[in-house]
């Protein structure tokens, strides 16, 4: 297991690019499925989860390659099967994002079901109720759902729930269904709306997405689409919390601020100090001690889960008690017994956390049991004292490019190393 090696307690300070967002990209590598039409992603980041797409799309007979300037090309013009491989669906459920396209298109679909992953279980039965109600016929059978249908048809559709992944599953079957669909309680995520702008490149005709109705008119044929997805938000928001973690003074670019308006809020609270110095670019400082939160996790607009853990990075270090409760999901909150270990005083009780703030974090050996839970330990150890090795890399490079290098070009000392790297006076760092 690959780990990220950081030796702490320097301020960031610098600019950092900001790659396009991977919750965005990965849908619209679904949608490309609805047509044999070329679909072009422009700055498509070089991350895990999109090589993970790239793979599934591609097993189902699409071509997609990148060109040098990091667009992502695909062709779906011939697909010669329409099952989603369970490996793939396994390490990464967006790959259950390809059911609502290849149904539209084809009439048949076969998805393993994505079991549990690290932060709970999380079910689609949103996504197959919908496309029941779209007309599709649908069995679960041995770990797998197969759904048939022939034109899919437009129908009100109420989410009992805001999922994203629903509203982009549903959203897209609809595209090629007969007639108009409603989404009502749908998700309200900037990427739903980069991606009804990437279908409407394509000819179809969705509208609403940002609010809590989509509204779909089924056509009959989609074509292929040009697109250049939004800033990814979530990205930026940790190297947000990197200045301010570290008391640095980053300047972070493309970002959109309105998409990461709660993170700025919260930031704010905690003395850090955001400006906006440009249409799409933000500066942040980090001050002396941050000020304790209270924060609590909710569909979008509200304070997004995908930051919790790197906040209870930064809470860690508060001059006070912090309290965070998750509402997304049942159990996001591992990152908190490995932050312990770098000496954070944190009690989990279900989807709370209190957190007291301690004066200084000291570095560790510590394993990521997930994406953002790795994002959190990374800053967690670029403000610890000496050295932190986080393990269980691979979760981080699901979603981050280059981390490591961007770090370092923010004067970070942080470097990747094989897993039995031995540390600096032979101590080993891998724990087990
Ligand atoms: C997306 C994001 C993920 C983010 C999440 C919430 C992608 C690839 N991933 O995931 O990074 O954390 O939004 O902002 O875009 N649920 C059900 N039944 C369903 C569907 C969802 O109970 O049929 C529950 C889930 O278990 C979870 C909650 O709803 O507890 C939110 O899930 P959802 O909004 O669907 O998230 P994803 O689309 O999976």
Redesign the pocket.
């Known amino acids: 297991m690959a780990g990220i090696r950081i030796r702490g307690g320097r301020p960031l300070t610098g600019s950092v690019p900001v790659s396009s967002a ?2 965005a990209v ?2 619209m590598m679904a949608a490309a499925l609805m047509t044999s039409g070329r679909c072009v992603i422009r700055r498509a980041p070089a991350i895990r989860d999109v090589e993970t797409m790239a793979e599934l799309v591609r097993s189902l007979g699409a071509n997609v390659s990148r060109n040098a300037d990091g667009s992502l090309v695909m062709e779906a013009g011939i697909v010669t099967c329409l099952e989603a491989p369970e490996h793939l669906v396994r390490r990464m ?2 790959s259950v994002l390809v059911m609502g396209p290849l149904l539209a298109r084809f009439g048949r679909v076969r998805v393993p079901l994505p079991g549990g992953c690290a932060i ?8 197959l109720r919908g496309l029941r109600q779209m007309g599709a016929r649908i069995t679960e059978e041995r770990g797998f759902v197969e759904a048939r249908a022939g034109r899919l048809l437009g129908t009100e559709i109420h989410l009992d ?6 509203t982009e599953n549903l959203m897209m079957a609809a595209c090629l269904a007969k007639g108009t669909t409603v989404i009502r309680n749908a ?1 309200r ?1 900037p ?1 739903i709306v980069d991606l009804q702008l990437f279908l409407n490149k394509m000819g179809a005709r969705v509208r609403g997405a940002g609010g809590d109705a989509v509204y779909i008119e089924g056509v009959d044929g989609l074509s292929g689409a040009d697109h250049e997805p939004i800033p990814d938000r979530i990205e930026a928001g940790t190297y947000m919390v990197a200045a301010a973690i570290t008391r640095g003074d980053v300047v972070l670019r493309p970002v959109i601020p309105r998409h990461v308006e709660a993170v700025t809020a919260k930031l704010r609270e905690t003395g850090a100090i955001v400006e906006e110095v440009g249409p799409d670019t933000l500066r942040v400082r980090g001050v002396d001690r941050p000020r304790p939160l209270y924060v609590r996790t909710q ?2 607009p509200g304070f ?3 930051m919790q853990p790197q906040f209870m990075a930064l809470m860690a270090i508060a001059a006070g008690a912090s309290i965070i409760s998750e509402t ?3 159990s996001r909150m591992k990152h908190a017994d490995e932050l312990r270990r770098m000496g954070a005083d944190i009690v989990v009780d279900g989807q709370v956390a209190i957190i007291r703030g301690v004066r200084r974090l000291t570095g560790a050996c510590v394993e990521a049991s997930d994406l953002r839970a790795g994002a959190a330990l990374i800053l967690a150890g670029l403000a610890a004292d000496g050295e932190t090795v986080v393990e269980g890399i691979h979760h981080v490079d699901r979603g981050y490019e280059t981390i490591e290098d961007k770090l370092r070009a923010l004067g970070a000392d942080v470097w990747r190393v094989a897993e039995d790297v031995p540390a600096a006076g032979g101590v080993p760092l891998v724990r087990r």
């Open positions: 991977k919750n990965l849908k459920r967006a709970g279980p999380r079910p689609i039965e949103l996504h729930y805001p999922s994203v992944g629903a998700a995520e990427e569909p979008y997004p889960t995908d997304v999901y049942t």
